[in-house]
């Protein structure tokens, strides 16, 4: 099934892309989400619109990329979450919670579609946390899950 993105896709591509994926995949997930519409002629004609409004985007972004991700790279981000008494958490940490636990450290707003964590996190400990914030520009940053 060819279909067009209209959103950043992770592993399969950004805004305007072209990409050819399962069926399943394109009719269950991409197009109810939005994340995506069908290819057709009349459509390919939109990817032009949407490529020229994300490379005039692009560029005005990237110095604030570079910005964000000297003010992510410098802060100490600590979660509380409730864990019983051997360190495992009463479910798991959500991007939104460590979207959260960095407004609250200090840093900028984020985008919790754009975090990749190392897994799922159910347990106390220090985990690696990576953000894209520009097709060029990776933030890292170390988040802390301490109990509450």
Same mark, same amino acid.
Do not use: C, M
């Given at each position: 099934m060819k279909i067009i993105l209209t959103q950043e896709v992770s592993g399969l591509g950004s805004p305007g892309d072209i990409v050819e994926v399962?069926?399943?995949?394109?009719r269950n997930y991409l197009l109810p989400q939005g994340f995506?519409?069908?290819?057709?002629?009349?459509?390919e004609k939109q990817v032009t619109v949407i490529k020229r409004a994300r490379s005039a985007r692009d560029v005005r972004d990237l110095d604030h990329a570079n910005e964000i991700k000297?003010?992510?790279?410098?802060?100490?981000?600590?979660?509380k979450a409730r864990a019983g008494?051997?360190? %495992?958490? *009463?479910?798991?940490v959500t991007p939104a919670e460590i979207v959260d636990a960095v407004k609250a450290a200090g840093g900028?707003?984020?985008?919790? %579609? %754009?975090?990749?964590? !190392?897994?799922?996190?159910?347990? /106390?400990?220090?985990?690696?946390?990576?953000? %894209?914030?520009? !097709?060029?520009?990776?933030?890292? *940053?170390? /988040?802390n899950v301490v109990k509450s």
């Open positions: 399962k069926d399943g995949f394109g995506a519409i069908a290819w057709t002629k009349g459509a000297g003010q992510l790279e410098g802060l100490k981000v600590n979660l008494d051997g360190g %495992r958490l *009463f479910g798991s900028p707003t984020l985008d919790r %579609r %754009r975090l990749e964590t !190392p897994g799922h996190i159910k347990s /106390l400990g220090a985990y690696p946390v990576r953000i %894209r914030l520009h !097709p060029e520009v990776t933030a890292k *940053f170390d /988040l």
